[in-house]
């Protein structure tokens, strides 16, 4: 870095800076676009941009269309050169990225047509290499990239440059990494329809741009962040080669941020104010580094890790041991509704009143029991009124051979049957559209709606498994959803209504959400959004002075365990219903036999409780089979975490 670093940042080899959330990271971008497409005009130059594809840019990309439509912004004089572009699909294919660029981007902006390029992915294999050739001498002709613009995948990949992409790479045909290939699974309904190659710039090729940003959202991104952030560039994290380049920035929001040095571990890299939630934070992490239970640790491990100055502040060591270790203990409940007639000074959850009427909002139908079921069935065991709302039908993560499974179960009882049951009709119709489809077509409403009464029913079959009555259970099948594909979904006023009329009619004493630390366009992150909005619009509503909202993880990332408000221990019956019910969202299942690598979400899920459970007991507190853990909402304009300085 050129400029001062402040000492937080030391550690970090490239410029970061964690935006409130994504849409104002992508309205500060779009205008920095906006004003580098206008001095150039001005110049009579063209401006040359590098895009990418996937969920990230989305929201810049909308930005982009309103400055054009409302503040007159022209893309005449702009060129694009894209990414990268999946190998064998022709252009009119839904998960084209040419397809892609053209619905997210082009086809709402005055770019001329010949001056946008993506890579061709339908050249016969003996003209890929010469196709990219010219790709690359295309960039060169034009005056090369002013700004490349990315997006980071999971394994770390830019473009579509896979771990083991060298520094010097050029556009090239490349095959995709397992992890990638199960990323893109929902777009293109199925595994085993995603492509196994694609044609991607090189590193080298996109190290040539004057300026980069790379743009990250949601925790999914946060440790491969961190790791092209802090670590050494390696072959093995290809974002890792943006650190050598002069003018590279990126702008990730606080969830994307959370293992950067930081803002995860702050004491290492400066002072802090050492607030309560951060001294938990320290002292859980130093247990885990010293691999002592929390009332073993000693002056001297604070010492040598970096935390002298809290032994200072708010030591003795013992002392600031049992603070923690009670703390700690004060999370673990297995009444997650509160105790009724217990002192709940201590408790996560406050006593009464008791039932309570609890709310459990699910995403799409299995999120609830991935995260919190066994919390579920103890709640509704303890008396409990519990109410789950699934918000969306997940009927587009349905493979189209569940559906042809269940009309050919349909049209084999209509056939059994003396007369013909109301749904052959339907049957019959779903049975022909299934068999009409070409590849990835899009879905007629038909089989949507059966693929969400799919969804439906095995959903009813998990709740049975946590005792939830049939009648508990709402479908509110959202319209953003239903009228919505992957990636191209809105949140409407009519979504927010549906959720605003959901809360008042069942005024909930107890909310159970998740989704806030995802993908702020992902299917959770739109849920939880919508259900942000609800809470605002209901604020002033009574029902609400009494009521607490917690927070439920996906199966693939649990809490900070600092972070934890709320420890439901599982006992091992408890896990294997939980498992069982899990296992009855069959349609969820991958669909193509998985790598050792990559699990089912059961036995994520199981993984997850069991290691939570783990760092409990290794923090010195008790040894429980498996631990379900919540948080609490923090309230309106607080920040979740210190988002560094
Ligand atoms: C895709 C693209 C990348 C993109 C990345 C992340 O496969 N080839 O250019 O940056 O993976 O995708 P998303 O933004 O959807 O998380």
Avoid at 11 to 25: K, L, M, N, Q, V
Avoid at 501 to 530: M, W, Y
Avoid at 577 to 602: F, N, T
Wanted: glycine share 8%; with cysteine; proline share 6%.
């Amino acid at each position: 870095m050129n400029s001062y670093t402040p000492e937080s940042q030391q550690r970090e080899r490239i410029p970061t800076e964690i935006c409130s959330d994504a849409e104002a990271g992508c309205l500060r971008l779009a205008g920095e676009i906006a004003a580098l497409i206008r001095k150039n005009d001005k110049a009579g130059r063209s401006t040359v941009l590098g895009l990418a594809t996937g969920s990230t840019p989305v929201r810049l990309y909308r930005q982009l269309i309103r400055l054009h439509r409302e503040e007159g912004l022209s893309f005449r004089r702009v060129i694009t050169f894209n990414l990268d572009e999946y190998y064998g699909l022709p252009r009119t294919h839904p998960e084209s990225y040419w397809r892609f660029m053209h619905e997210q981007l082009f086809n709402h902006i005055d770019i001329p047509p010949e001056n946008v390029n993506v890579p061709d992915g339908t050249v016969p294999r003996g003209e890929v290499f010469e196709s990219c050739r010219k790709y690359e001498q295309k960039i060169r002709d034009a005056g090369g990239l002013d700004l490349q613009v990315l997006g980071i995948g999971r394994t770390g990949h830019v473009g579509f440059n896979e771990p083991g992409s060298g520094r010097d790479s050029r556009t090239r045909l490349v095959t995709l990494d397992n992890l990638t290939r199960r990323d893109a699974a929902r777009d293109f309904l199925g595994e085993a329809n995603v492509p196994h190659h694609a044609i991607t710039m090189g590193v080298g090729t996109i190290l040539e741009a004057r300026e980069i940003v790379l743009l990250a959202w949601g925790e999914a991104k946060a440790r491969v962040l961190a790791a092209a952030v802090e670590q050494p560039p390696a072959d093995s994290l290809p974002a890792s080669f943006l650190q050598g380049h002069p003018a590279v920035r990126f702008l990730v929001d606080a969830a994307a941020a959370s293992e950067l040095t930081r803002v995860k571990h702050p004491w290492l890299v400066g002072s802090v104010d050492w607030t309560p939630a951060l001294a938990r934070r320290a002292v859980v992490w130093l247990a885990q580094q010293v691999r002592k239970p929390v009332l073993k640790l000693l002056e001297e491990h604070y010492s040598e890790h970096g935390m002298a100055e809290l032994l200072i502040e708010q030591g003795p060591a013992y002392q600031l041991n049992i603070r923690i270790f009670n703390e700690l203990q004060h999370t673990i409940t297995g009444w997650p509704g509160g105790k009724p007639n217990a002192d709940d000074t201590h408790r996560p959850e406050r006593a009464a009143p008791h039932p309570k009427r609890v709310v459990v909002f699910s995403p799409e139908p299995s999120d609830d029991v991935l995260g919190m079921g066994g919390t579920l069935r103890r709640l509704v065991e303890q008396g409990h009124e519990v109410t789950i709302i699934y918000q969306t039908s997940g009927n587009l993560a349905v493979p189209d051979e569940e559906a042809a499974m269940a009309t050919d179960l349909m049209l084999e009882l209509s056939r059994s049957a003396s007369g013909q049951p109301a749904g052959a009709e339907f049957a019959r119709k779903v049975h022909g559209q299934l068999g009409a489809k070409a590849a990835y077509d899009s879905d007629p409403d038909e089989i949507r709606r059966l693929k969400g009464l799919i969804r439906r029913g095995e959903a009813r079959a998990a709740l049975k498994i946590c005792t939830v009555e049939p009648g508990q259970i709402r479908f509110a099948d959202l319209p953003f959803y239903e009228k919505g594909r992957y990636r191209q979904f809105r949140i409407g006023d009519a979504d927010v209504a549906a959720v605003v009329a959901l809360l008042r009619e069942l005024k909930p004493h107890q909310v159970f959400a998740t989704g806030e630390l995802d993908d702020p366009n992902s299917v959770a992150g739109i849920c939880f959004e919508i259900i942000r909005q609800a809470l605002a619009v209901t604020r002033a509503d009574a029902w609400t002075k009494d009521c607490r909202v917690w927070l439920y993880r996906s199966p693939a990332k649990e809490w900070e365990t600092a972070e934890i408000e709320m420890a439901v221990p599982l006992s091992p019956r408890e896990l294997a219903w939980k498992i069982q019910a899990i296992y009855h969202h069959k349609s969820q299942r991958s669909q193509s036999p998985v790598g050792a690598d990559l699990q089912e979400a059961w036995q994520q899920a199981e993984m997850r409780n069991r290691a939570t459970a783990k760092i409990y007991d290794q923090l010195g507190l008790a040894e429980y089979e498996a631990i379900e853990a919540f948080r609490r909402l923090p309230a309106e304009g607080s920040q979740r975490r210190p988002a560094g300085r």
